[in-house]
């Protein structure tokens, strides 16, 4: 039975996925404060993530360009950053989302390095999110985008905090398009700064972007898995590049939306 | 012979007796246990004129691009999908008979696999399949297709595949791809050549 809970429960995730959006918007809207950016340093901890051949680790090298990135932004462009980890700890997928939507983050951006059973893949991508939904499904969730308005209303008050944390299931599933904008932009800046393949952007169900209330990208830098592009995840200048890579795109992004 | 010795030696006789019903009852057992062990004969790509088969398209890598390359196998035909559908996934674990890169690791054994009536196939396969995966969001993206492909493609009634680890739902093989739902195939991923 508990095989088919999550299809049992798919229905209702997707009825339910646009209040929280409604929500999450109503409390960034109150707030003047410096709006904020999370970035996710991918794996951690007990989770390293893809190794290399000679022994890199993608978790070491997710937190090194996050680092690199979180400095770039602050001391150039007017937004506060949080990390969902500083350190080398285990941070569950649901509590990396969470922590975008509580800091009522305007992007997030989850960063990692690539992985293939492929010795020779190559190249940078950049991810955005993907329900792989049905025809059905996806005439539900476009109905719910355009009358979410409508369902906000009818959940009382006492009910938004329960609803808010069943609703983070699917939240990124109405920023799609405002996520795909934010993937282009970064990809275009990789492919200038790095000089790495362009695997261009793509689609797919990412545990990690599936609740944020936001926009929302992964970023896959060069594969880890590939001795030669190994090489050059290890170094700092690189690292460097790929930090300016995304702030460029992320700067551009921001300013599409100003 | 005094009734002493009469009860010991046929006590003796008993215990033998019964040992030797021991031994050859378990020897009997394990030898039936080894019979339903033994490997069932390789799937050649010629199919055998003594049974019925059927041809199904598995899916591989290959190095030189990052497409899902299809290979033809020829399994034993069942009425049952559930079974075709098993011997399909005992073959893709194999891997390639071409020389193609294999997506899922070569320790990995298929647990179970049962079809829904709405035409979702689970897939439980064994923790290896998590604990010897390389990870990394490409090398995830290709474990599940070829997954997923290799059974939506050949299988009428599969038109969904949620991957079990062990009979239970699992968030990601990896770290990335949410398996958390069933996925729809992809034949897009599909090299066209």
Redesign the interface.
């Known amino acids: 039975m ?6 049992i429960l ?1 229905g209702p995730g997707l009825v339910l996925l646009v209040l929280v959006l409604a929500l999450s918007a109503a409390g960034v809207s109150g707030s003047k404060e410096m709006k904020t950016i999370v970035i996710d340093p ?2 951690g901890g007990m ?5 290399g051949k000679f022994g890199t680790l ?1 978790k070491n090298i997710t937190l090194a360009i996050s680092f690199k990135l979180k400095a770039l932004i602050e001391q150039n462009l007017p937004y506060r950053v949080v990390l969902t980890r500083d350190k080398d700890i285990d941070v569950s ?1 649901d509590n990396r989302s969470a922590i975008a939507n509580n800091n009522d983050a305007v992007l997030f951006v989850s960063i ?10 190559q190249g940078s991508e950049t ?1 955005f999110m993907n ?2 939904a ?1 025809d059905e499904e996806t005439r539900k969730l476009a109905y719910m985008e355009n009358t979410s308005a409508e369902l906000e209303k009818q959940i009382e008050d006492k009910n938004k905090d329960e609803v808010k944390m069943i609703l983070w299931d699917m939240a990124q599933s109405a920023y799609i398009k405002q996520s795909s904008q934010l993937a282009e932009e970064i990809q275009k800046e990789l492919n200038i700064f790095l000089g790495t393949e362009n ?1 261009g952007i793509k689609q ?5 972007l ?1 609740g944020v209330a936001c926009p929302a990208i ?1 970023v ?1 830098v060069a ?3 590939n001795p030669e592009e190994e090489q050059k995840l290890i170094k700092d200048d690189f690292q460097q590049r790929v930090a300016a890579a995304i702030y460029q795109g992320l700067k551009k992004y921001t300013k599409l939306f100003s | 012979m005094d009734t002493r010795k009469v009860i010991l030696l046929s006590v003796l006789v008993f215990l033998l007796a019964v040992l030797a019903f021991l031994f050859f009852k378990n020897s009997g057992r394990e030898r039936i246990e080894k019979a339903e062990e033994l490997p069932k004969p390789p799937v050649s790509t010629e199919a055998p004129a003594e049974k019925a088969m059927r041809k199904v398209t598995l899916f591989f ?4 691009d ?1 497409k899902l390359i299809p290979e033809e196998r020829w399994i034993v035909s069942d009425p049952s999908a559930v079974r075709e559908a098993e011997e399909a996934m005992a073959e893709l674990i194999k891997g390639s008979q071409t020389g193609l ?3 899922l690791p070569a320790e990995t054994k298929l647990v179970q696999l049962f079809i ?1 009536k ?1 035409g ?1 196939a ?1 897939v439980d396969f064994s923790k290896d399949l998590v604990d010897k995966h ?6 995830e ?2 474990t599940v297709y070829s997954i997923v492909n290799s059974l939506a493609y050949n299988f009428k009634p599969i038109k ?1 595949v ?1 991957i ?1 680890i062990e ?3 699992r ?2 093989l ?5 398996l ?5 195939p ?1 034949y897009s991923l599909i090299s066209r050549e």
């Open positions: 508990a095989k088919r809970r999550a299809q798919y991918g794996h989770e390293p993530g893809a190794k993608e997928m990692h390095t690539n992985g293939s059973q492929r010795k020779k893949a991810f329900l792989n049905s695997r797919a169900p990412f545990k990690v599936k992964l896959e594969f880890i898995s | 890598l290959r190095e030189e990052s890169v294999s997506s829904t709405e979702v689970y390389p990870s990394g969001s490409t090398a993206i290709s969904k949620f079990l009979g239970e739902e968030e990601t990896g770290g990335h791809i949410s958390d739902h069933p996925f729809l992809d």
